[in-house]
């Protein structure tokens, strides 16, 4: 039998990429979709039958609800779902706040149904590679590790909502989950205690509310130290095109690697050596989050799933309220 699939909001687009992995997966079947705003649903290519998502819940088959709406009503979505015996997959962040991803988690877990993200730095070659390294101790015990996520602000053309007061839920949430997913991945440790966070206005002068300086200091299992800066600086004419784009460096007892998304090769030095090592990259990766996401579903879960979905979530949500709150130093 098929996994029937209905979406709800489209005002994102990374949705439409998760769309297009249901319809080219055999097994799996989008069966409704749901938009609430009239402008994004009169623009949208695809049969949008419905207007209002309970009356979607009520009146469609389905197993799972796929969610890309504004962020800030995502973890309603999800609930609603959950409520409805439906699995729930989302583009990142699932919700906005931690009373809301504490009720996911529960409703989850007394349902239970799964609960997917759009976490896709697992799947990149570079970043693949890098927690190859780690893993194998070529880089010894990890002690500190910077990474860079800028994105362009691309005001005008990046959704109006984002800019609404309530509707986008902070910057560290929205792109540094990806970050401390991936760290905890590839390390193998989680996130202990936060050291500094803070969030400012800088190019958005069209809307002095939206803060889209985002940096944060961090400490890991045994002490490692983690500099981020996750803001929307990146030059709008770039695009994602800049090696800073998701660019990790890792410092271990045994040497240093870097690498960013777009890097045909890890830069590694070690202890010993006299320069810089190129490093070649895997020819094929892991499963994507949406096949493991499937996996979980079958009974056969892998080491992106509900769990660690919640608690990437949980961090970044932690690390976003700190900053929000100006508070320098919290457990994670």
Not at 306 to 311: F, L
């Amino acid at each position: 039998m098929s996994i029937k699939f209905v979406v709800a909001g489209f005002r994102h687009g990374h949705i439409f990429s998760l769309v297009n992995r249901i319809k080219e997966t055999d097994n799996c079947e989008l069966v409704a979709c749901c938009e609430a705003h009239a402008e994004t649903r009169a623009a949208l290519d695809l049969d949008v039958k419905y207007d209002d998502f309970d009356k979607m819940l009520n009146e469609v088959e389905c197993d799972v609800v796929a969610i890309g709406d504004y962020y800030g009503i995502r973890g309603s979505l999800a609930l609603r779902a959950l409520e409805a015996g439906k699995h729930v997959i989302a583009d990142k962040p699932i919700c906005t706040s931690l009373e809301e991803l504490a009720a996911i988690e529960k409703l989850a877990a007394e349902k239970n149904l799964k609960v997917g993200c759009m976490l896709d730095l697992r799947q990149y070659p570079p970043l693949v590679k890098m927690r190859q390294l780690i893993q194998d101790d070529v880089l010894g015990e990890i002690h500190a590790v910077s990474f860079t996520g800028q994105h362009p602000l691309n005001w005008g053309v990046r959704p109006g909502w984002y800019f609404e007061e309530g509707k986008h839920g902070g910057t560290i949430n929205d792109i540094a989950i990806h970050g401390i997913d991936y760290l905890s991945w590839a390390t193998g440790m989680k996130f202990t205690e936060l050291t500094a966070a803070s969030t400012w206005n800088a190019f958005a002068d069209e809307c002095p509310i939206f803060n889209d300086g985002a940096q944060f200091m961090a400490k890991m299992e045994n002490g490692c130290g983690v500099m981020a800066d996750i803001s929307y600086f990146a030059p709008n004419s770039c695009g994602f095109a800049l090696p800073y784009y998701w660019e990790f460096t890792f410092w271990g007892k045994k040497g240093v690697a870097r690498t960013c998304l777009s890097d045909e090769n890890i830069k590694l030095s070690l202890n010993g050596d006299k320069g810089t090592s190129l490093i070649a990259l895997p020819a094929t990766v892991q499963d994507d989050y949406f096949v493991q996401f499937l996996n979980e579903l079958a009974g056969k879960p892998g080491d992106l799933n509900t769990a660690t979905v919640i608690e990437s979530a949980r961090t970044s949500l932690k690390i976003q309220q700190a900053a929000d709150n100006n508070t320098a130093y919290i457990a994670l």
